[in-house]
């Protein structure tokens, strides 16, 4: 069972996925 930090980290590289903006960011 993935820990909180694990599903955080997980759904926000979906997202940078959507938008590159979020990637150049990091």
């Known amino acids: 069972r993935p820990s909180a930090k694990e599903l955080l980290k997980h759904r926000f590289i979906?997202?940078?996925r959507?938008?590159?903006?979020l990637l150049e960011r990091i």
Request: aromatic share 0%; charged share 45%.
């Open 18 to 21: 959507k938008s590159p903006k």
């Open 14 to 16: 979906r997202n940078a």
